[in-house]
């Protein structure tokens, strides 16, 4: 099978597992895989973008200034000689990134979640999540206690991730890094991620592993070179973070991953409910702007308790929380649809992704993996 149809392949099968279904503009992961649709329907291919003052750079002076600012912090000779000189332009990753989807201009329309629901929660997708937890049973308990991450929804993430390691990205990360630096438009997020993968190969890890997405995301874990170097944790007891090669390594990563966000051990990420249609949504609404995400986070209502929620008749489909439990309610598919309370652990999840598809899809797997 040649090269390029692999590439196609494993392309296809990333988008089944991107990050989500965009709600809006705002509501993707600008480093994700391309989704199959956007908030106006089909994907459209964004307008070609002029580089900008940095991308105007001829590409042999701007491989001289990332070997600067790589000796600059401290980062060996030795490992600015191995990569930089040979670094050449990869075209393919700055071509995926200016064609991202973001919906129509001045689009407001939000996809409905359900039929992106019926793709990616699916028998196959909850079996394999399963048959991973059999298989990694003691090390998914150990690091569920060591860590407070609930072990289904470590195994829901990878899933998502990175189709439970079978689909990690083939681009060499300095080539794709250091091709959307020199681009321009955001030369300062990829020249540091650049810096932070020769930080890595300063570290012992080879040209093999330093490979992944076409925007930097890398390993199991799908994590930026930057997020490697803070959070990448040894799950096997060999000494070594390896998220290429090891699951339990990948593991304890996203559970450090989660942790370092702040996880709520013993607090499950939300609950299906039922809503009755005299809930007044204007009276629950946010009160205040959100600080990230506004297209994601406007969308769910204001905090309550548990007791409060069943007072204004939103009632629980199966489980529960106990009264005093603060929760907001998503709607994603509006009233009269199936709707969520959800804690402070969904948001949490939004941290390792920004959008309401996946965090949904993500609480949604792991539940079907617990059972």
């Known amino acids: 099978m040649s090269v390029s149809l692999l590439m196609r392949i ?27 649709g956007a908030a106006s329907g089909a994907a459209q291919a964004a307008p070609a973008v002029p580089p900008t003052p940095a991308g105007a750079m001829s590409w042999e002076a701007y491989k001289r200034h990332l070997a600067a600012r790589s000796l600059a912090e ?19 990753s700055i071509d995926l990134d200016r064609s991202q989807p973001g919906g129509s201009p001045g689009s407001t329309r939000i996809p409905p979640y359900a039929p992106y629901q019926r793709k990616h929660v699916t028998s196959d997708i909850i079996s394999r999540g399963k048959a991973e937890v059999r298989q990694h049973w003691t090390t998914l308990n150990r690091i569920q206690q060591q860590y407070g991450v609930d072990k289904d929804v470590i195994v829901a993430i990878y899933g998502k991730e990175t189709s439970y390691g079978r689909i990690m990205g083939n681009f060499d990360l300095f080539e794709a890094l250091g091709s959307l630096a020199w681009e321009g438009r955001r030369r300062d997020l990829f020249e540091g991620e650049f810096v932070a993968a020769m930080k890595l190969m300063d570290k012992g890890y080879t040209r093999r592993h330093l490979t992944g997405s076409y925007a930097g995301a890398a390993g ?19 000494g070594w973070a390896d998220i290429w090669g090891s699951e339990p390594d990948a593991f304890a990563s996203i559970a450090n991953y989660m ?12 609950i299906a409910v039922n809503v009755p249609r005299s809930l007044d949504r204007n009276a629950i609404a946010r009160k205040t702007p959100p600080e990230r995400c506004p297209a994601v986070f406007n969308r769910h209502s204001e ?60 609480g949604l797997v792991a539940d079907a993996i617990e059972r």
């Open 303 to 362: 905090w309550k308790t548990m007791a409060e929620w069943r007072r204004l008749g939103v009632t629980p489909v199966t489980t529960s929380f106990s009264d005093g439990v603060m929760l907001k309610l998503f709607e994603p598919d509006g009233p009269g649809r199936t709707a969520y309370l959800l804690t402070r652990n969904y948001d949490l999840i939004l941290d390792y992704n920004c959008s309401n598809f996946y965090a949904l899809t993500i």
């Open 259 to 270: 942790a370092s966000k702040g996880w709520e051990r013993g607090i499950d990420w939300g």
């Open 10 to 36: 494993s392309l296809l099968v990333a988008s089944l597992f991107a990050a989500a279904l965009p709600a809006c503009g705002q509501e993707r992961d600008p480093l994700a895989p391309l989704p199959e």
């Open 74 to 92: 401290g980062i060996s000779q030795r490992t600015v000689d191995a990569v930089i000189p040979g670094l050449r332009i990869n075209q393919r």
């Open 220 to 238: 199991k874990t799908q994590f930026m070179p930057t997020n490697i170097l803070k959070l990448a944790k040894d799950g096997d007891g060999d």
